[in-house]
């Protein structure tokens, strides 16, 4: 990271109640590894956006390109990490 730049990390995470494939079948998979401990997985994405240190009204672009083109506001929800 450069010294003229801010990073954001943006997890993005399918809606509760919505069907998650990829979870279940990793689920499964430690079931049959013998894992039996875990009773449910929810798989997810993120993204670590490199942003210029002297934007303007960056907090509202960010959540601008979640919304518009990192996640799916229908079925995914997402989560802003500062650093």
Known sequence: M?????KAVVYVRLKDGV???QGIT???ALVQMGYKDFL???SGR???LEI?????DIDRKV???CSKLLANP???KFEVEKK
């Open 63 to 65: 959540d601008e390109i």
């Open 46 to 48: 993120f993204f670590e």
């Open 74 to 76: 229908v079925i995914e």
């Open 40 to 42: 449910s997985v929810r």
């Open 19 to 21: 069907l998650d494939p």
């Open 2 to 6: 450069n010294n003229d730049s801010k």
């Open 52 to 56: 210029k240190a002297d934007s303007a």
């Open 26 to 28: 990793i689920q499964k």
